[in-house]
């Protein structure tokens, strides 16, 4: 360890440019698979969890071809995926928008596809290549909704400026335009026949549209809430409504009146999508909060209930052939039911939603790792195959520490509470009232090595110590102006580091009493690393990561923070940056996004970039060697790098 880092000493300082547009190039491995039997990227040696139904990022839009072959997700990177919904497996995908894509669908006869995007744009697509076939006028604000008539004669697109325009499908001509709701359409529905449209928004009415001479035929009125989803019946005399407080009623449409099906007890939260089964006899809907729901028509009665996703459901999409359900989701998953059964046709191991944490533990024969479920899974470290599932009934797990044993976790919850769970008995050791803190939210907690001390940072920005098994208060830091965003102990645990977005460090050490030092970083830090001996100390910021020798406090490396501009850059995790030192303190890993960006400190090597994760990078670990890097993602995996080529 200390040969390392004399070594490193003897270089002085190290400027590495940002080089990512012109990444070193991995050399192309074997075809390595999963344990689902997917490849995994170059360079990674195994792949924890599954890709299958993942997408890395919120999915907005979902449509499914008439033969039930295929379905397509619009999500937050701007692009379209293809999948074979049956298995899962991604088929290709398209970079269709700059932005979210919003709203898709199928044309009735399956060889056309429709998406609308924030971009403004409306485009059509080769359903079988994905080649771009049409482009509507470009509109000023985001698009909202797409519908495609049955008989395939109009499109129609509903803005954000409150505009419904109706094109003419085969060439995408304006036929004419219609003055929707305030604030855009939400939801565009054609009648069975092509005669009529449905629009709703946010302004309690429903709009229906005569298309032969684009003239509004009337107005439905929802009472006190607005209406968030619609569909016709099959034989377009009923027209069912979600509405903004969960509840779902179905419109005679000769009669004019309503009647309640749903009431707001079960789903409790606005129905993002809705659609009737079985000749018109039931109605199945989708919640924002992850539930999938059915009923009878005709009395309301619950015939099926499955809780489909973790996180609010964005789209709900039948199979024309009835066979399948499909919901999309904020969680980045996907659902599929088989129908009538109601069997859920994947249920894979692995994480069900972003990764929050992952460790090495038990000298590298083990990993752990969290989700924003709240849950913990344990997996081998040599084959990456999944051993145990543990659901800790925490509303999500952020900042996850272990110890070296892994026999102690801990961690904040969504709820800024700070818990400690022992991984042998399998149970949470004491409960929360055992310690008066309230967690500053995103703020980390960290455990030492040997599992007797645990630091936290409470909602003042104060840095405090605890033992962790009987949730007794060891220390409290007196400089109240010095608040951490990230902490870290020593491997001995006998140091403890913490450094402030105001370029402030702040180093303890516990043995034989209590020093405290401050020192100045000039780095607004993000995110921290120690090496194992003690003797480096990496800061990472938005634009650099320096890295400083513990003792002398000379600064040994630094290294411009890589800029991306991709879609992937939105964070899907409390911190944006993540950032690990390899234990002999040659290595370096960061990502702020999608991609890990590797450093030899040592070397001098150009940085490596490691390409896989569908999703932002959330959290980076090195095994005790050093040869293996792990990377967590928001696309609910973890990948393990071989860092030595």
Excluded at 92 to 102: E, K, Q, R, S, Y
């Amino acid at each position: 360890m200390s040969g390392s880092s004399t070594s490193l000493a003897t270089f002085g300082v190290l400027i590495a440019l940002c080089t990512c547009c012109t990444p070193t190039e991995l050399k192309q491995e074997g075809d390595r698979k999963d344990n689902y039997g997917d490849s995994v990227p170059p360079g990674a040696r195994m792949r924890l969890g599954t890709v299958r139904w993942r997408l890395g990022f919120q999915v907005l839009s979902i449509a499914v071809s008439p033969s039930a072959e295929y379905a397509v997700t619009g999500s937050a990177d701007g692009k379209l995926r293809w999948w074979k919904p049956r298995d899962g497996s991604e088929w290709f995908h398209v970079l269709a928008h700059n932005g979210h894509v919003t709203a898709a669908c199928y044309t009735p006869d399956g060889k056309r596809l429709v998406s609308g995007g924030w971009d403004g744009k409306t485009r059509v697509w080769d359903s079988l290549t994905g080649a771009l076939l049409l482009e509507a006028p470009s509109q000023k604000k985001p698009i909202l909704a797409v519908a495609v008539s049955p008989n395939s004669r109009y499109l129609a697109v509903a803005s954000e400026d409150s505009t419904i325009w109706i094109y003419s499908l085969d060439d995408t001509k304006v036929i004419g335009s219609l003055k929707g709701a305030d604030g855009g359409s939400w939801r565009l529905a054609f009648s069975p026949d092509s005669k009529i449209l449905a629009s709703s928004g946010g302004d309690r009415r429903i709009r229906l549209w005569e298309l032969s001479n684009l003239r509004e035929m009337g107005e439905l009125e929802e009472e006190d809430h607005g209406t968030m989803s619609l569909s016709f019946s099959r034989d377009g005399r009923l027209l069912a409504t979600t509405r903004l407080d969960g509840s779902i009623h179905v419109w005679d449409l000769i009669t004019r009146k309503s009647h309640r099906v749903a009431d707001k007890a079960v789903l409790t939260t606005p129905a993002s999508g809705l659609s009737f089964l079985k000749n018109d006899e039931s109605i199945v809907a989708a919640g924002f909060g992850g539930l999938v729901a059915q009923w009878n028509v005709s009395d309301g009665r619950l015939t099926n209930k499955v809780q489909g996703h973790y996180a609010d459901v964005t789209s709900l999409i039948v199979a024309p052939n009835e066979q399948l359900v499909c919901t999309a989701s904020l969680d980045s998953t996907l659902g599929v039911w088989e129908l009538p059964s109601w069997n859920r046709i994947i249920n894979p191991a692995g994480h069900e939603s972003s990764v929050t944490g992952v460790r090495f533990v038990a000298s590298d024969k083990k990993i752990v790792s969290s989700d924003r479920n709240g849950q913990l899974r344990i997996w081998r470290g040599d084959t990456g195959a999944e051993l145990e599932v543990l659901d800790t009934r925490s509303k999500e797990i952020q900042s996850l520490a272990v110890n070296s044993d892994g026999n102690l976790l801990a961690w904040s919850d969504g709820l800024r509470k700070l818990h400690v769970w022992s991984l042998g008995e399998r149970k949470e050791l004491l409960p929360l009232e055992n310690f008066s803190v309230v967690l500053l939210f995103s703020r980390p907690v960290a455990l030492s090595p040997d599992g007797k001390k645990l630091a936290s940072v409470d909602q003042d920005g104060a840095l405090t110590l605890w033992e962790p098994r009987s949730g007794a208060r060891l220390w409290t830091a007196k400089d109240r102006e010095h608040k951490p965003r990230a902490i870290a102990f020593s491997a001995s645990g006998d140091e403890l580091v913490s450094a402030a977005e105001d370029g402030t460090v702040q180093q303890v050490r516990f043995a034989p009493r209590n020093e405290v030092s401050i020192r100045e970083s000039k780095v607004q830090t993000q995110a921290i690393a120690l090496s194992r001996d003690g003797r480096l100390l990496a800061l990472a910021g938005r634009n650099e990561i320096r890295v400083f020798d513990t003792v002398s406090w000379d600064l040994k490396a630094q290294l411009a923070v890589c800029q991306t501009t991709t879609a992937s850059s939105a964070p899907a995790h409390p911190n944006d940056l993540v950032l690990s030192l390899s234990p002999d303190g040659r290595w370096l890993a960061y990502s702020n996004d999608d991609v890990v960006r590797l450093h030899d400190l040592a070397g001098r090597k150009q940085v490596r970039e490691l390409k896989g994760h569908k999703g932002v990078v959330t959290s980076l670990d090195f095994s005790i060697d050093g040869t293996t890097l792990l990377s967590g993602s928001s696309d609910t995996t973890v990948l393990a790098w071989s860092v030595m080529e």
